[in-house]
């Protein structure tokens, strides 16, 4: 069961009223669910209770440093892009070796923090990134444990940003290649190849392009493993796509009609594609961070103003692109609901933060029911990419963020003041 929802007319979070919670707390305000969070993470748990895996949850979806405690304490692993996330993580309690380090252009002083830390691995995405790892684990004796990413060529239907499996991203290392470097990478000193990395996206909802990368994978294994290498470990990254539309409906609510994220589940496509990684027989790692995080977390915000210009109907509300820009940036959906509702009138609106920017929007012809000013609207499935990626933009504060654990709420981060701006 998801835990933002309609009682009645009035959306709650784990029995919690959001009205009183926006009233009591103001907005902007980042709402999450601890029970959603667990939820979540057993749900993928489940699925690979009978295979040798680790989860490492991406830290990169979602930093906060109290969802990282819950996580942890869940008992799964964490996948660092950086030597703030790989200090986070240690800080909530991960242990060092369910830790990953993933990322394109990791920094020499970050390398050997994570190498003194013991971390699980590195996943690395060039032949001069092995090199450089290996003078530093030699400099420091020890042996750094790594995982060759490798690009698969894989044409993903996401967001052109959001996807990093084809040839011309900057990620991995070329199929083509990937043999080669895999052997000479398994002779250099200070290394100890473990295995494949793939990561070819984010926000993937078919199943079929997960399928197609599984079985690259779990061929490229093969091939290595036929040239005498001794391969342990898959890590076949993250991307599980969620559903954006129609997370939550009502009677009084418009409904979003058939979309492509329509029924996804994660463990519907972790389940269709764990077969095929299963005939590696491999310890398979995985780095979920939306799948985890995105519907623990949604976004209140208040109505400052409506207006009609023209033909449109303008909502303007409290948060702004510098608090979510998910929409701004990769134009994504996300559902916008009123916290009360009281008739089902509906209007095509646009939704709108009050930058000094036309890219400052959160929906654009949306069909919604009719709010006024003083209304309080919830921006749902915000929990994954939506805080970590706000800025001070036009000398906002950022927003607050709370923890709904039953009846309690805990206020996990402060609202910025003007003073530290
Ligand atoms: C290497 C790597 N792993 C995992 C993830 C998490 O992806 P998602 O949040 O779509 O599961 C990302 C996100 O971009 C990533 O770059």
């Known amino acids: 069961m998801e835990q933002f929802r309609y009682q009645e007319n009035e959306l709650i979070c784990e029995g919690t009223k959001l009205q009183d919670i926006a009233e009591q707390f103001g907005t902007p305000l980042y709402v999450y669910s601890r029970q959603s969070i667990r939820d979540h993470?057993?749900?993928?748990?489940?699925?690979?209770?009978?295979?040798?895996?680790?989860?490492?949850?991406?830290?990169?979806?979602?930093?906060?440093?109290?969802?990282?405690?819950v996580l942890a304490q869940e008992g799964i692993g964490a996948d660092a892009g950086s030597?703030?996330?790989?200090?986070?993580?240690?800080?909530?309690?991960?242990?060092?070796?369910?830790?990953?380090?993933?990322?394109?252009?990791?920094?020499?002083?970050?390398?050997?923090?994570?190498?003194?830390?013991?971390?699980?691995?590195?996943?690395?995405?060039?032949?001069?990134?092995?090199?450089?790892?290996?003078?530093?684990?030699?400099?420091?004796?020890?042996?750094?444990?790594?995982?060759?990413?490798?690009?698969?060529?894989?044409?993903?239907?996401t967001h052109k940003y959001t996807s990093t499996g084809h040839k011309h991203t900057k990620f991995g290392i070329e199929r083509e290649k990937a043999v080669e470097v895999a052997k000479w990478a398994s002779t250099v000193p200070g290394i100890e190849l473990r295995g494949i990395h793939s990561h070819i996206g984010s926000q993937i909802t078919d199943a079929e392009t997960f399928l197609q990368a599984a079985r690259e994978v779990v061929e490229l294994v093969n091939e290595l493993r036929a040239n005498g290498l001794e391969i342990s470990e898959l890590n076949f990254g993250g991307g599980f796509g969620v559903q954006y539309h129609d997370y939550v409906s009502h009677p009084l609510l418009p409904n979003d009609g058939e979309q492509?994220?329509?029924?996804?589940?994660?463990?519907?496509?972790?389940?269709?594609?764990?077969?095929?990684?299963?005939?590696?027989?491999?310890?398979?790692?995985?780095?979920?961070?939306?799948?985890?995080?995105a519907?623990?977390?949604?976004?209140?915000?208040?109505?400052?103003?409506?207006?009609?210009?023209?033909?449109?109907?303008?909502?303007?509300?409290?948060a702004g692109m510098n608090d979510l820009i998910r929409p701004s940036l990769y134009q994504s959906?996300?559902?916008?609901?009123?916290?009360?509702?009281?008739?089902?009138?509906?209007?095509?609106?646009?939704?709108?933060?009050?930058?000094?920017?036309?890219?400052?929007?959160?929906?654009?012809?949306?069909?919604?029911?009719?709010?006024?000013?003083?209304?309080?609207?919830a921006i749902l499935c915000t929990g994954a990419y939506g805080f970590v990626l706000s800025s001070n933009y036009n000398g906002r504060q950022r927003p607050a963020e709370l923890m709904v654990d039953g009846s309690e709420c805990l206020l996990i981060k402060n609202r910025e003041t003007i003073n530290q701006l």
């Not at 519907?295 to 409290?318: C, E, M, N, P, R």
């Open 41 to 69: 993470t057993r749900w993928i748990e489940q699925v690979f209770r009978e295979t040798n895996h680790l989860s490492c949850y991406a830290i990169k979806a979602n930093g906060n440093r109290e969802i990282l405690r």
């Open 83 to 157: 030597i703030g996330e790989l200090h986070l993580a240690l800080e909530a309690g991960f242990p060092p070796e369910k830790i990953t380090f993933s990322g394109v252009g990791k920094r020499d002083d970050e390398i050997e923090f994570a190498l003194r830390q013991n971390i699980h691995s590195l996943n690395v995405e060039s032949e001069e990134e092995v090199n450089v790892i290996s003078e530093i684990a030699e400099r420091i004796w020890m042996k750094a444990r790594i995982l060759l990413r490798v690009n698969f060529d894989i044409e993903t239907p």
């Open 260 to 293: 492509a994220d329509s029924g996804v589940t994660t463990v519907k496509l972790l389940e269709s594609v764990l077969p095929v990684l299963r005939e590696s027989k491999c310890r398979i790692l995985i780095q979920p961070g939306r799948s985890i995080i």
């Open 295 to 318: 519907h623990a977390g949604i976004l209140l915000t208040k109505v400052l103003y409506t207006k009609q210009s023209g033909d449109k109907i303008f909502v303007i509300v409290d």
């Open 333 to 377: 959906y996300h559902q916008i609901v009123p916290l009360q509702l009281s008739d089902s009138n509906h209007v095509l609106v646009d939704v709108v933060g009050p930058l000094c920017e036309t890219g400052d929007f959160f929906a654009h012809d949306r069909m919604m029911p009719d709010v006024k000013r003083g209304d309080y609207l």
